[in-house]
């Protein structure tokens, strides 16, 4: 059975910075990419940086040069280091796995990590 578990987050100050985990077990098949999304209080869920399987890392606007996605392939691992966080950076943190498995595309989610960044 596949789990997605997300750990790391936290309250901190503006400015300060969180380090969010992310391990995926029980996934034999190749893995795409390893997403962040997050889901602000009253907002949609949002992109927010990906890592794919041949090393390109994309990130949204509202963070780049802010956030670094990393993953550690031996350990089926995405981390997301944030610095100088705002308080928009708000919100509950989803891992986002893709899975390719004969043909077909699979995703799962993890639970969520809650991220709050008082001003």
């Known amino acids: 059975q596949v789990q997605v578990v997300e750990s790391g987050g936290g309250s901190v100050r503006a400015g300060g910075s969180l380090r969010l985990s992310c391990t995926a077990s029980?996934?034999?098949?190749?893995?795409?990419?390893m997403n962040w999304h997050r889901q602000a209080p009253g907002k949609q869920r949002e992109f927010v940086a990906r890592?794919?399987?041949?090393?390109?890392?994309v990130y949204s606007g509202s963070v780049k040069g802010r956030f670094t996605i990393s993953r550690d392939n031996a350990k089926s691992t995405v981390y997301l280091q944030m610095n100088s966080l705002k308080p928009e950076d708000t919100g509950v943190y989803y891992c986002?796995?893709?899975?390719?498995?004969?043909?077909?595309?699979?995703?799962?989610w993890g639970q969520g990590t809650q991220v709050t960044v008082s001003s």
């Open positions: 029980g996934i034999t098949s190749n893995i795409n990419a």
């Open positions: 986002h796995i893709i899975v390719q498995s004969m043909g077909e595309i699979l995703t799962y």
């Open positions: 890592s794919a399987s041949g090393g390109t890392t």
